[in-house]
């Protein structure tokens, strides 16, 4: 069982930056894939980027590549989200997941992440 919390969101200004934080419970952390994702009101749930177990490997969605920066720390069994350039509409709700997967290869569907987060409200204002 994995628990997932994640924290660092908040109200920023376009052009602003925020990093987001996703602390798992369990012993194994270090064998999940984890993943970002992320629902904006009235939308449906969008992959954001996601980090193989080693960190070796990582998958950005098009409309957050070189502004966000995925990073994980398995030693703290935490994944980070470092999001820069904000625009309106990365405002979301921003959810961290994972799955057991001890390769290298990234999922970017829901439906693959087993384990998710209560979600973190990330805010961009014009």
């Known amino acids: 069982q994995v628990q997932l919390v994640e924290s660092g969101g908040g109200l920023v200004q376009a052009g602003g930056s925020l990093r987001l934080s996703c602390a798992a419970s369990?012993?194994?952390?270090?064998?999940?894939?984890m993943g970002w994702f992320r629902q904006a009101p009235g939308k449906e749930r969008e992959f954001v980027v996601g980090i193989s177990w080693s960190g070796g490997n990582t998958f950005y969605a098009d409309s957050v590549k070189g502004r966000f920066t995925i990073s994980r720390d398995n030693a703290k069994n935490t994944v980070y989200l470092q999001m820069n350039s904000l625009k309106p509409e990365d405002t979301a709700v921003y959810y961290c997941?994972?799955?057991?997967?001890?390769?290298?290869?990234?999922?970017?569907?829901?439906?693959?992440?087993?384990?998710w987060g209560q979600g973190t409200q990330v805010t961009v204002s014009s």
């Open positions: 369990g012993r194994t952390f270090s064998s999940y894939a």
């Open positions: 997941a994972a799955v057991y997967l001890y390769s290298d290869y990234v999922p970017s569907s829901g439906g693959e992440y087993y384990y």
